[in-house]
């Protein structure tokens, strides 16, 4: 591939990383590989009373916590271990749901598994949903639960909506986000932390809020459209 252009765009490090091993290129070459991350456009922030409106429209009162989730129902999203994981909060007296968008092959097991949980009567497959945006406006938390992914635009997209997320520390999230700053991280495919990690955001608003500045801050600044455009005009000029 390197012979016949002058260089390749990858989204991410991890992508870079993993095109690089697999072209068998030299560190020399690896250079030619450069990462331009994917870009989101970012929502304009909405008013308290619009909040308000969304989160009643989707069954969910201004004092519940919304954590929301999105993408398709299948193995590598692995919102399986987020059902597992909702199941092992701690008791913490904080009011919570769950809302997931999205549809797929594993929507049956993921619906047996929500009736069968102790905590399912808090937790609800939405199917597609053609609101995302409003879905992120009206929500307090965002999870992604992935085993695995490049540069997922949805987190990218949760984040410029000022939305703190809790996931695995896994390569292509790590690229975007840290433990503690936009977001808080748990050990791969581990429900235990991923329950310790949304239980610490449950109880604590003003975390919520910090991360979740900081997470719009950090889309505006290297993700938003003319962050994005500024990068590929470097590229070019190279």
Request: net charge neutral; charged share 20%; hydrophobic share 50%.
């Amino acid at each position: 591939m390197l012979k016949t252009c002058s260089g390749v765009i990858a989204v991410s490090d991890q992508v870079r990383d993993s095109l690089a091993d697999q072209l068998g290129v030299s560190p020399g070459q690896k250079a030619r590989i450069l990462v331009v991350p994917n870009g989101v456009r970012l929502p304009a922030p909405v008013t308290a009373t619009e909040r308000s409106r969304l989160r009643a429209s989707l069954g969910v009162t201004d004092e519940q916590v919304l954590i929301v989730g999105a993408g398709r129902l299948t193995r590598q999203k692995n919102f399986a271990r987020l059902i597992e994981a909702l199941g092992r909060l701690e008791p913490t007296g904080a009011d919570w749901r769950c809302l997931i968008a999205g549809d797929g092959e594993l929507r049956a097991e993921l619906e047996a598994q929500i009736a069968a949980a102790a905590s399912g009567s808090r937790i609800r497959l939405m199917g597609l949903h053609g609101d995302i945006p409003g879905l992120f406006a009206a929500a307090d938390v965002f999870c992604l639960p992935s085993l695995y992914e490049g540069l997922p635009l949805v987190l990218l997209e949760a984040m410029g909506a000022a939305l703190p997320t809790v996931a695995f520390a896994i390569a292509g999230v790590t690229d975007v986000v840290a433990e503690g700053v936009q977001a808080r991280l748990a050990a791969p495919d581990d429900a235990d932390a991923l329950a310790d990690a949304i239980g610490a955001l449950l109880v604590d608003a003003p975390q919520r809020r910090r991360l979740g500045l900081a997470a719009r801050a950090k889309v505006e600044s290297h993700h938003s459209f003319d962050a994005v455009l500024n990068r590929l005009e470097q590229v070019y000029r190279t």
